[in-house]
């Protein structure tokens, strides 16, 4: 490899592309404004003065356009991987794989909440060995969670390297691949995507590629082939989401520029901006492997593990308002009347979870009155580890017979007779929050309704991340869609939040977060409490799907021809989702996301998914 001169020698054993990687982010904190897009004061002390100097003078003017752009690229990456990789803790993610770790300094200023991850660097021999002499000589220790991984890519198997390194294939994990695939070829690359496909479901990589330029290589791209790192491989978005559909990843989420800018740029006064191009995305493991040329199936043949335990109700049976399992709290106060519905179906455990909680901290409203209802107890009451999915309902889906003329009418089942108890209660309510879970991997989400209104209130609210606003369901009127909360002129409010899978551990964080942040937003609340017992930081971002079509099973030979995770986004137009019998669902439009879809307990005339769009604000 060839190395130029204005190299010093202290550093000829590092990838040259590496050294100018951490010498634009050591820049970054000492040129551009602030707040910092991403805080790394590691990389200085890693470089050393003799050698930032030499490279930052081999990259050129810092505020020339070419290098702006390039900084701003460089601490986009980052940021947003850990961005990310924060995310996925949180989903319960325990090991850290750092493909072509080069001079990446994560590890080294690593936050508290990531010192339960095991990190394991992976690198050419070469490039580790120099880094861990430079680490030495700056006095940086190595902390007892990071491990060294000698491979090189393109001649030793990743598999295999991971193995000799003990790294648990059995364990969600988090793969950042930043500035490597580009310097590939393609087989290389393909190989190692296959490998993060094989962890389980839930597994992400954050990584970067290039797609070809239309006016022959860039100017950047001539500078890396001239000090001997030629970019090998480029790929276009629409290839890049089917290579990795056919390798069993379940959605492809891209770094869209507008989005950036909303997070990371906007208001800035530095130069510093957010790219005119795609090249940074994450994807996500599915419930199937499926190696090329595979059919992805849509079920997995073994149920989600259970990492939630149902709690123990019966305590709360007589809550004082002559029905049971349903409590009701007036302050005396002026204020709104507010609801909590947990249980709308029986296997959904983190609301249980939420309101079990709520209720044994003897949570009194500060104004206005709070109802908390567990809804479908008949069915939770049947809850089996072993065999989960049936105790979602007893006779009939409880949230599609909230119309009148199901309510009032002739029907005569468990769900039915549970309703019209606790109507009067829904009536009354003022602000509702129904808190569920998905029987498929999924961010968390909420529903907001078919009504803008409810869109408004979650975006007041500030979570989860992943809004949606459908046109109802054809199965029934659900609960958020019940008289004044489905009327766009009724000042009454409702949300229906779908926390993730339903047995994650993260989902009961995420329920009770919700409902402490809900409580505060309908000053039930006052904000020291709510302080005090939030569980999860504010999404730096919430994007809106908009629902256009419900994917509606036709026969009862139905299965998903993509892997079955929530708000995973099929690229092109006209793409295979579903083989339905003889005929075949195909998305409508390009970059159409899936929403809810799922096989459980699925009967032709029952909906399989929805499909929709996003939208940023």
């Given at each position: 490899?060839?190395?130029?001169?204005?190299?010093?020698?202290?550093?000829?054993?590092?990838?040259?592309?590496?050294?100018?990687a951490?010498?634009?982010?050591?820049?970054?904190?000492?040129?551009d404004?602030?707040p910092?897009?991403?805080?790394?004061?590691?990389?200085?002390?890693?470089?050393?003065?003799?050698?930032?100097?030499?490279?930052?003078?081999?990259?050129?003017?810092?505020?020339?356009p070419?290098?702006?752009a390039?900084?701003?690229?460089?601490?986009?990456?980052s940021?947003?991987?850990?961005?990310?990789?924060?995310?996925?803790?949180?989903?319960?993610?325990?090991q850290?794989?750092?493909?072509?770790?080069?001079?990446?300094?994560?590890?080294?200023?690593?936050p508290?909440?990531?010192?339960?991850?095991?990190?394991?660097?992976?690198?050419?021999?070469?490039?580790?060995?120099?880094?861990?002499?430079l680490?030495?000589?700056?006095?940086?220790?190595?902390p007892?969670?990071?491990?060294?991984?000698?491979?090189?890519?393109?001649r030793?198997?990743?598999?295999?390297?991971?193995?000799?390194?003990?790294?648990?294939?059995?364990?969600?994990?988090?793969?950042s691949c930043?500035?490597?695939?580009?310097?590939?070829?393609?087989?290389?690359?393909d190989a190692?995507?296959?490998?993060?496909?094989?962890?389980?479901?839930?597994s992400?990589?954050?990584?970067?590629?290039?797609?070809?330029?239309?006016?022959?290589?860039?100017?950047?791209?001539q500078?890396?082939?001239?000090?001997?790192?030629?970019?090998?491989?480029?790929?276009?978005?629409?290839?890049?989401?089917?290579?990795?559909?056919?390798?069993?990843f379940?959605?492809?989420?891209?770094?869209?520029?507008?989005?950036?800018?909303?997070?990371?740029?906007?208001?800035?006064?530095d130069?510093?901006?957010?790219?005119?191009?795609?090249?940074?995305?994450?994807a996500?493991?599915?419930?199937?492997?499926?190696?090329?040329?595979?059919?992805?199936?849509?079920?997995m043949?073994?149920?989600?593990?259970?990492?939630?335990?149902?709690?123990?109700?019966?305590?709360?049976?007589?809550?004082?308002?002559?029905?049971d399992?349903?409590?009701?709290?007036?302050?005396?106060?002026?204020?709104?009347?507010?609801?909590?519905?947990?249980?709308t179906?029986?296997?959904?455990?983190?609301?249980?979870?939420?309101?079990?909680?709520?209720?044994?901290?003897?949570?009194?409203?500060?104004?206005?009155?709070?109802?908390?209802?567990?809804?479908?107890?008949?069915?939770?009451?049947?809850?089996?580890?072993?065999?989960?999915?049936?105790?979602?309902?007893?006779?009939?889906?409880?949230?599609?017979?909230?119309?009148?003329?199901?309510?009032?009418?002739?029907?005569?089942?468990?769900?039915?007779?549970?309703?019209?108890?606790?109507?009067?209660?829904?009536?009354?309510?003022?602000?509702?929050?129904?808190?569920?879970?998905?029987?498929?991997?999924?961010?968390?989400?909420?529903?907001?309704?078919?009504?803008?209104?409810?869109?408004?209130?979650?975006?007041?609210?500030?979570?989860?991340?992943?809004?949606?606003?459908?046109t109802?369901?054809?199965?029934?009127?659900?609960?958020v869609?019940?008289?004044?909360?489905?009327?766009?002129?009724?000042?009454?409010?409702?949300?229906?939040?779908?926390?993730?899978?339903?047995?994650?551990?993260?989902?009961?964080?995420v329920?009770?977060?919700?409902?402490?942040?809900?409580?505060?937003?309908?000053?039930?609340?006052?904000?020291?409490?709510?302080?005090?017992?939030?569980?999860?930081?504010?999404?730096?971002?919430?994007?809106?799907?908009?629902?256009?079509?419900?994917?509606v099973?036709?026969?009862?030979?139905?299965?998903?021809l993509?892997?079955?995770?929530?708000?995973?986004?099929?690229?092109?137009?006209?793409?295979p989702?579903?083989?339905?019998?003889?005929?075949?669902?195909?998305?409508?439009?390009?970059?159409?996301?899936?929403?809810?879809p799922?096989?459980?307990?699925?009967?032709?005339g029952?909906?399989?998914?929805?499909?929709?769009?996003f939208?940023?604000?």
């Amino acid at each position: 490899m060839n190395e130029p001169k204005s190299q010093p020698q202290a550093a000829r054993g590092a990838s040259r592309t590496a050294l100018g990687a951490a010498a634009l982010r050591w820049l970054h904190q000492t040129i551009d404004g602030e707040p910092k897009i991403l805080v790394d004061h590691v990389s200085g002390l890693l470089l050393g003065d003799g050698v930032l100097r030499a490279t930052a003078a081999h990259l050129g003017d810092p505020h020339s356009p070419e290098v702006l752009a390039l900084r701003s690229h460089v601490v986009l990456r980052s940021r947003y991987c850990e961005d990310r990789l924060a995310s996925a803790v949180r989903q319960g993610v325990s090991q850290l794989i750092v493909l072509g770790a080069g001079l990446d300094t994560f590890a080294y200023r690593q936050p508290e909440w990531a010192r339960g991850l095991r990190i394991y660097e992976v690198d050419q021999p070469a490039s580790q060995a120099e880094k861990r002499r430079l680490l030495s000589d700056a006095c940086i220790a190595i902390p007892d969670n990071v491990e060294f991984v000698a491979i090189d890519f393109e001649r030793t198997s990743l598999a295999a390297g991971l193995k000799a390194a003990a790294v648990a294939f059995s364990r969600k994990t988090f793969f950042s691949c930043l500035g490597v695939t580009m310097y590939l070829s393609e087989d290389a690359v393909d190989a190692l995507f296959e490998v993060v496909a094989s962890f389980p479901v839930g597994s992400e990589i954050v990584f970067t590629y290039r797609q070809a330029s239309r006016d022959g290589e860039s100017a950047l791209g001539q500078r890396v082939s001239a000090l001997g790192e030629p970019w090998t491989f480029h790929i276009e978005p629409g290839a890049l989401a089917h290579k990795l559909n056919v390798l069993g990843f379940a959605s492809l989420e891209e770094l869209d520029p507008l989005d950036a800018d909303v997070l990371y740029f906007r208001g800035r006064t530095d130069g510093l901006h957010a790219p005119s191009r795609r090249g940074i995305a994450a994807a996500v493991v599915g419930e199937c492997h499926a190696s090329a040329g595979e059919e992805v199936r849509g079920a997995m043949a073994q149920p989600p593990p259970i990492e939630l335990q149902p709690p123990g109700i019966a305590r709360w049976r007589d809550g004082g308002t002559g029905v049971d399992w349903v409590h009701a709290f007036d302050s005396g106060r002026l204020g709104l009347n507010v609801m909590v519905q947990a249980l709308t179906h029986g296997n959904e455990i983190c609301g249980a979870i939420a309101l079990d909680w709520l209720l044994a901290q003897r949570f009194r409203p500060q104004a206005g009155s709070l109802t908390l209802a567990f809804a479908n107890v008949a069915a939770y009451a049947r809850f089996d580890p072993a065999d989960p999915f049936p105790s979602r309902l007893v006779d009939e889906d409880y949230n599609r017979i909230w119309a009148d003329a199901t309510l009032f009418g002739p029907g005569d089942t468990v769900e039915l007779r549970r309703a019209r108890q606790l109507r009067p209660f829904v009536d009354a309510a003022e602000r509702l929050l129904d808190i569920h879970s998905m029987s498929e991997p999924c961010r968390p989400l909420m529903v907001c309704g078919t009504v803008e209104k409810n869109v408004a209130y979650a975006r007041e609210l500030g979570v989860p991340g992943d809004l949606l606003v459908d046109t109802g369901h054809p199965a029934g009127l659900r609960m958020v869609e019940r008289g004044g909360f489905g009327d766009p002129q009724s000042p009454k409010l409702a949300l229906l939040i779908e926390c993730g899978q339903h047995w994650e551990r993260a989902a009961a964080d995420v329920a009770i977060d919700a409902l402490v942040r809900f409580l505060g937003l309908t000053g039930v609340a006052d904000a020291a409490w709510v302080q005090a017992n939030v569980r999860l930081p504010l999404p730096p971002l919430q994007r809106l799907v908009r629902v256009t079509e419900p994917v509606v099973a036709r026969s009862a030979d139905f299965r998903f021809l993509v892997p079955t995770v929530g708000l995973s986004v099929v690229a092109k137009a006209g793409t295979p989702i579903a083989q339905d019998g003889d005929h075949v669902w195909v998305t409508p439009y390009d970059d159409a996301v899936l929403v809810m879809p799922g096989t459980r307990n699925l009967k032709p005339g029952g909906t399989a998914a929805r499909l929709g769009r996003f939208e940023t604000r």
